[in-house]
Nanobody, 115 residues
Framework: QVQLMESGGGLVQPGGSLTLSCSVSGIIFRFTTMAWYRQAPGKQRELVASITSDRIANYVSSVSGRFGISRDNGKNTVYLIMNSLKPEDTAVYYC?????????WGQGTQVTVSS
């Protein structure tokens, strides 16, 4: 059974930083493309960042230069390092694993950027 468990969300002031973690089990992690999505109230879920098994990273333009995605294959964990946070980054952040045409999701973690 594939399980994804996010952690690290919370309340942060504008300009602050947070690091999200996603621990994965039940899948061959090192072969899996990992991604972070987010969904703000009243909006569709959007792809924030992804990282392939070859560690090729891509970002949505709104977070490029502020966010970083990385993976630790030894720990079966993917990270989202978020800097210079803005109120518009407020959303539930979801971890996603994609392998062989299948998608798996975590339960989400809330990130709130507010003064």
């Amino acid at each position: 059974q594939v399980q994804l468990m996010e952690s690290g969300g919370g309340l942060v002031q504008p300009g602050g930083s947070l690091t999200l973690s996603c621990s994965v089990s039940g899948i061959i992690f090192r072969f899996t493309t990992m991604a972070w999505y987010r969904q703000a109230p009243g909006k569709q879920r959007e792809l924030v960042a992804s990282i392939t098994s070859d560690r090729i990273a891509n970002y949505v333009s709104s977070v490029s230069g502020r966010f970083g995605i990385s993976r630790d294959n030894g720990k079966n964990t993917v990270y989202l390092i978020m800097n210079s946070l803005k109120p518009e980054d407020t959303a539930v952040y979801y971890c996603n694993a994609g392998l062989a045409g299948s998608d798996y999701w975590g339960q989400g973690t809330q990130v709130t950027v507010s003064s």
